[in-house]
């Protein structure tokens, strides 16, 4: 009899969290509806790719988002469930900025999550998800780095007056609805300066990775790939699989 697939999860559970949070200190933010092209456009955001990414020396950078020192979250949460993201008229995005970016002289605390709605059983390879977010091949003076959890963006100082928090998120959501396939809508949240709110997140980040873990060696599983965590042979679900590959190995280097 064959095994059913283990399932991939999705975020429902942390979307709903993320967004009672942002609900819970809405003082904090402003909202806007996603889908402006002119504003990509001013902005300089190309769909193809330049050639190398964007690297902006300090010595040239007039504003500096999250990086060492600062707190900094980076965050893309999916699901499939209907209803939980944006609202009547699309995709929304949400913004929170103290100080503004024409007052930002050192690095600031940033945080940027992305909630993703997908079509109905789609799931997505979850290091693409993040990777998308990631505009310094698509956008001149724009330099991002940063791992799955932790961001860190500059800005050249020839692009400052250009530069704004909306057309930031402008830029994110035209590329993941171009290049995300079963995209249906998308919540962009970013927070800038204010890092007694960003550190409320963090929670949700944490629980994400979690999640994220148990998604990745479900997907091994899926595979046919064995992952092993370091638990006790003893206790380990895979052991009879391993005893027999340790069998197969010692078998073949005795009988080359």
């Not at 064959?2 to 609900?23: F, G, S, W």
């Not at 509806?33 to 002119?38: K, R, S, V, Y």
């Not at 050639?51 to 999250?66: F, N, Q």
């Not at 709110?197 to 949700?204: A, G, M, V």
């Amino acid at each position: 009899m064959t095994e059913k697939p283990r399932p991939i999860q999705d975020y429902a559970c942390l979307i709903r969290e993320t967004l009672d949070l942002v609900r819970t200190e809405l003082h904090h933010f402003k909202t806007f509806t996603a889908g402006d092209e002119p504003a990509c456009k001013k902005t300089g955001y190309a769909s193809k790719k330049m050639s190398r990414p964007e690297i902006v020396l300090a010595r040239d950078t007039a504003i500096e988002l999250g990086g060492p020192g600062t707190e900094a979250i980076s965050l893309v949460l999916w699901t499939g469930t209907k209803g939980l993201i944006g609202d009547e008229t699309g995709s929304r995005i949400l913004i929170s900025e103290n100080p503004a970016p024409a007052g930002i002289q050192q690095p600031v605390s940033f945080m940027q999550i992305i909630l993703v709605e997908l079509e109905k059983n789609a799931i997505p390879p979850e290091h693409c998800l993040g990777k998308l977010s990631n505009l310094s091949k698509h956008l001149p003076g724009f330099m991002t780095l940063g791992t799955s959890e932790t961001i860190w963006v500059r800005i050249h100082k020839n692009k400052k007056n250009r530069f704004s928090f909306y057309s930031m998120a402008q830029c994110i959501f035209k590329r993941y609805s171009e290049e995300l396939p079963y995209f249906k809508k998308m919540d962009i949240v970013l927070a800038a300066g204010n890092t007694g709110l960003i550190t409320q997140f963090k929670p949700i980040v944490n629980a994400a990775a979690a999640i994220s873990e148990i998604n990745k060696k479900a997907t091994r599983e899926n595979e046919g790939i064995i992952s092993c965590d370091g638990q006790s042979c003893d206790i380990c679900g895979e052991r009879p699989v391993c005893d027999i590959l340790r069998k197969l190995v010692y078998e073949g280097i005795n009988n080359p």
